[in-house]
């Protein structure tokens, strides 16, 4: 998957959750929506400038960056599939399985990141 591919996931996955709110209006739908929005354009931003980090230090704060983001989609993720075992809306199961499919992607861009990151300062060495 390459990271054009990757951006149009998280925005498609972006629409998805900005539906939420309008399944239950007056509930906490909507704060919900709000911060997984956030967060997915926050880790597409920072996994930009991970690439495009210039320095060793930058490199790994932007990779704090991104783990961060991934841990607060995975705790929303989390929180939200735990509301909605009640209900059992087919909308919101499927928003939560698009997010941990997302966080999973991020997530192996950054395992392949460090790995090449490694192998490179292996071979300098």
């Given at each position: 998957m390459t990271l054009e591919q990757l951006s149009r996931l998280n925005e498609k996955f972006q629409q998805k959750a900005s539906?939420?709110?309008?399944?239950?209006?007056?509930?906490?739908?909507?704060?919900?929506?709000?911060?997984?929005?956030?967060t997915t354009k926050k880790l597409d931003v920072v996994l930009k400038k991970v690439l495009g980090a210039k320095s060793e230090g930058s490199f790994y704060t932007q990779i704090e960056a991104m783990e961060e983001e991934m841990d607060e989609l995975i705790f929303m993720m989390d929180r939200l599939d735990e509301a909605n075992r009640k209900r059992n809306i087919g909308t919101i199961t499927d928003v939560v399985k698009a997010g941990?499919?997302?966080?999973?992607?991020?997530?192996?861009?950054?395992?392949?990141?460090?790995?090449?990151?490694?192998?490179?300062?292996?071979?300098i060495e």
């Open positions: 539906g939420l709110a309008e399944l239950l209006p007056g509930s906490n739908l909507l704060t919900f929506s709000t911060t997984i929005i956030r941990y499919e997302l966080v999973s992607l991020y997530s192996l861009c950054c395992d392949q990141i460090l790995e090449r990151k490694t192998k490179k300062q292996d071979e």
